[in-house]
């Protein structure tokens, strides 16, 4: 029967249509935006994740290096934001037009490089002249591994405060907080619930991801210790949930129930007066026009100051053997490191020392320096394979805290219960 | 042969002319041709169908049975571990295929009633329209089926949020409740899900209805107008019998877009509160490009995929038992 074969069809469409995208056969969805004019020139092909208001800045950088260099060509490809990492698997699985240079989150060097996905990068930056001395020390520790280094930093992307500066002034505050007693006075100062006005609206999703690990590294805690086992229930975690927690429920500086972007919403329309959020947000927030401020995240735990941070890293796939190749990767990395000011420019605070310390990046706006500022406590995920899935299961429980559903310390001791069951 | 009727003698051709054999050869050749030429039309269909449809098929029942890591090159044939683990209780894929499984069954429950209903709703009320407007309604309606998921859910997460999204504000205006937790609050979350499946794929089956309703004749509604029966009982006696066969196709086609749903919990509540609207095809990317176990992801996909097909096959036995 006609209708029969038809539903039938569809079942097997419907349904192959995951197995489709599991086998690899997705169209790959990079877009080219350099230039031509690579006639006679080495041609590199350079993988970025910047599908965002970033991607015309790293663009720049690598259109003038092309103009300058008479050896290489980089060929510049951006991937979109959430596609990047799932094009990067399938195409390193597979060997098929891998990039010879790509852009990697400093915390999943780790994964990649056990599984023997990178290739050391001393040699290169040896022969091109570039030193670990010339960047900020916590990502390049990281991408230490056994003695070998595996990523060249590019920015370091740490949670900062953003607040509202009219919000502020009429409030009668004159500095942002800078500790957890100032912090909940002034978010005291600033609710207004008459007029629907929050001092800091508590997200429940993300950006906790970001925001909770702060916290407990601010309260002198891992979440999973030396051994890399999860550490997820520890009286300090707790502590910090606790605290968020309490920001909706005790201290009522935040609405209750915060749905997926609530507290950006708010925030651009004047109803939020703070918000921790990732300098990635400069763009929204400039291009919505709100006066607002960037301050180092306030000491928000008990112990010590610490920030959760991401980091671009350049790393390069452990196939890429050519001699030419490299020597041309190492040459482009050395452009970088030198003009990476270009970067900065996006919102960015980048990762080396040479740029960070010319007047060049000292006269940007103030967020970028502000974002350095907090180099020297900045803490990355643990450096452990899976830990995305190992977490995956905290941030909902986590949710179900902050919605009020759940008592923190029975949500974080089912989090660890499940974490330990990833392998 | 006896009885061998020929229902067109004509097309016999008894006189032999030159002129008719030229035209007899021509209309062999011709329907040679014809249906070569049918048959390249399927080729792409078939080369596609090759293509994205049974090669991944295969491939992907071949690395169910492997230790599919996707980051390296070793996949080592591990037999049903894959199935076993995902039936192993307290093991990370027993835990996520099933609670996702959850997630799915409840939304396939929830949703599909709604999407026949409304969509017949839709069609029946289009269809009543002076025909100058009916097809600028119909158009309006379909609209959203065009849209991206992503632009969809940008839609209605400012719609549905809890402190500033619109649908509150309107009804604090009204002084009805207005802090109610859309996305953030059971049984709210599931309903604001289905809302926005609805306004996003409504027209589709609308669509399909709207045709049906155009093929029940139009006299049986005057017949039956005679014999005094009213609206409701020519909907109920006419309309609904008369498009029973389209109907099933949408049960059916309703209840596998919903087990495949994905986007809208994904980016509209982030499969909150906690895990409760999280579905099973989350969960299987997840174990795919999260942990880069495809193997495990396969034989969870294709356990996901044998149970659309149970479905399906209840569905259309029990429709089928019905009208014989």
Redesign the interface.
């Known amino acids: 029967m006609g209708?029969?074969k038809?539903?039938?069809g569809?079942?097997?469409?419907?349904?192959?249509?995951?197995?489709?995208?599991?086998?690899g056969?997705s169209s790959k969805s990079t877009e080219e935006t350099s230039s031509p004019s690579s006639s006679g020139k080495q041609e590199i092909t350079f993988w970025t994740p910047f599908s965002g208001a970033d991607g015309p800045f790293m663009k720049k950088i690598v259109d003038n290096y092309n103009k300058q260099s008479d050896k290489y060509y980089v060929k510049f490809q951006i991937i979109p934001n959430g596609e990047y990492?799932?094009q990067v698997?399938?195409a390193?699985?597979t060997g098929k037009k891998r990039p010879d240079l790509m852009i990697m989150h400093v915390d999943n060097i780790p994964t990649?490089q056990k599984?023997?996905?990178l290739q050391p990068v001393d040699d290169i930056a040896a022969k091109a002249g570039i030193k670990k001395e010339d960047y900020v020390e916590a990502p390049v520790k990281y991408a230490t591994i056994d003695g070998k280094w595996y990523g060249i930093p590019l920015d370091i992307h740490p949670l900062v405060l953003y607040y509202n500066k009219d919000l502020f002034k009429a409030a009668g505050i004159d500095h942002p907080p800078t500790n957890r007693e100032e912090f909940i006075e002034a978010a005291q100062k600033l609710t207004d619930k008459s007029k629907?006005q929050w001092g800091y609206?508590v997200p429940?999703?993300?950006p906790q991801q970001f925001i909770f690990p702060t916290v407990v590294g601010q309260n002198g805690a891992k979440l999973a210790d030396e051994q890399g086992k999860p550490q997820l229930n520890s009286p300090e975690a707790v502590e910090a949930l606790t605290f968020l927690k309490d920001l909706v429920y005790k201290y009522k500086v935040s609405?209750?129930?915060?749905?997926?972007?609530?507290e950006v919403?708010?925030f651009l329309?004047g109803?939020n007066a703070m918000q921790l959020n990732g300098p990635w947000m400069k763009d929204q927030f400039d291009k919505a026009k709100i006066n607002y401020g960037v301050a180092p995240v306030p000491q928000l735990g008990t112990k010590q100051q610490a920030v959760q941070a991401g980091s671009h890293n350049f790393v390069i796939p452990k196939d890429v053997t050519d001699a030419k190749v490299l020597e041309g990767i190492g040459d482009f990395l050395k452009y970088v490191a030198g003009h990476s000011i270009d970067w900065a420019q996006s919102g960015q605070a980048v990762a080396s020392k040479q740029v960070l310390a010319s007047d060049e990046f000292k006269q940007l706006t103030k967020q970028q320096t502000i974002v350095a500022q907090e180099f020297d406590y900045a803490q990355f995920n643990p450096p452990i394979i899976?830990w995305?899935?190992m977490t995956?299961?905290l941030y909902?429980?986590i949710?179900?805290v902050l919605?009020g559903?759940?008592d923190p310390q029975k949500a974080l001791d089912e989090a660890q219960e499940?974490a330990l069951?990833?392998? | 042969m006896e009885g061998n009727f020929n229902p067109h003698p004509a097309s016999q051709a008894p006189i032999e002319t030159p002129m008719n054999r030229s035209f007899q050869t021509r209309t062999v050749k011709s329907k040679w041709k014809s249906q070569f030429t049918s048959s390249l039309f399927v080729l792409p269909y078939l080369i596609c169908f090759v293509a994205f449809l049974a090669y991944p098929l295969v491939y992907g029942i071949v690395m169910s049975f492997q230790d599919y890591e996707l980051l390296s090159s070793k996949h080592a044939f591990v037999g049903l571990k894959n199935y076993i683990d995902i039936f192993k209780k307290g093991d990370y894929l027993h835990t996520s295929f099933f609670q996702g499984l959850l997630g799915t069954v409840k939304f396939v429950v929830y949703s599909v009633p709604f999407l026949i209903i409304v969509g017949l709703a839709l069609a029946l009320l289009v269809n009543s329209l002076p025909a100058k407007v009916r097809s600028v309604f119909r158009t309006i309606f379909f609209t959203p089926y065009a849209i991206s998921a992503s632009v969809m859910a940008v839609i209605f997460i400012r719609v549905f949020d809890t402190n500033a999204g619109l649908l509150n504000i309107v009804l604090s205006k009204f002084h009805l409740p207005s802090q109610i937790g859309w996305l953030t609050d059971l049984p709210w979350a599931w309903i604001a899900l289905v809302g926005a499946t609805l306004w996003w794929t409504i027209g589709f089956n609308m669509l399909i209805f709207i045709n049906a309703l155009n093929e029940v004749s139009e006299e049986m509604y005057e017949a039956a107008k005679i014999d005094g029966a009213n609206a409701w009982q020519r909907f109920l006696y006419i309309t609904l019998p008369s498009i029973r066969k389209i109907m099933i196709f949408i049960i059916i086609t309703s209840t596998i877009a919903s087990f495949n749903i994905y986007a809208q919990p994904f980016l509209m509540t982030r499969g909150g509160p906690g895990s409760e609207t999280t579905v099973l095809l989350m969960n299987v990317f997840d174990v795919a490009f999260g942990q880069h176990k495809m193997g495990a992801a396969s034989a969870m996909a294709l356990l996901m995929a044998l149970m659309i097909i149970v479905i399906s096959i209840i569905q259309f036995r029990l429709t089928r038992e019905r009208e014989e």
């Open positions: 209708l029969w038809r539903a039938w569809i079942a097997a469409a419907a349904v192959l249509g995951t197995s489709l995208a599991l086998a056969c990492y799932k698997d399938l390193l699985s990649y599984k023997g996905q629907g609206v429940t999703l993300w609405p209750e129930k915060v749905a997926q972007d609530g919403t708010l329309q109803k899976n995305g899935a995956a299961d909902k429980e949710n179900l919605l559903q759940k499940k069951q990833v392998k």
